[in-house]
């Protein structure tokens, strides 16, 4: 089990550095994983910048694919 929550922490910190690293390092605040996807809150350290990140995850942890999601809030 660490073995597979290390390869997800180091691939929200490597997806987030490949997807936008003009906005500084982010910080991977919680995660969410289901079969075959994981997707990761992530935020700068001053809590400027934030955002979803989407990966295809292997039976074995690997992650690819990795992608910004669109975060669309709606007023009522």
């Known amino acids: ?14 997806a987030s550095t490949v997807v936008g ?3 500084g390092p982010r910080y991977v605040a919680t995660s969410t ?4 996807h994981v997707k ?5 350290a001053d809590g ?3 955002g979803i990140i989407k990966c295809d ?7 690819s694919n990795c992608r910004d999601v669109e975060i669309v809030l709606e007023e009522k």
Do not use: I, P, Q, Y
């Not at 995850?57 to 992650?63: F, K």
């Open 1 to 14: 089990m660490k073995k597979h929550l290390g390869r997800l922490v180091l691939g929200a910190l490597l």
């Open 21 to 23: 690293c003009g906005a």
């Open 33 to 36: 994983a289901s079969k075959g």
């Open 40 to 44: 990761f809150l992530h935020l700068t």
């Open 48 to 50: 400027s910048n934030r």
């Open 57 to 63: 995850m292997a039976e074995n942890g690997d992650l």
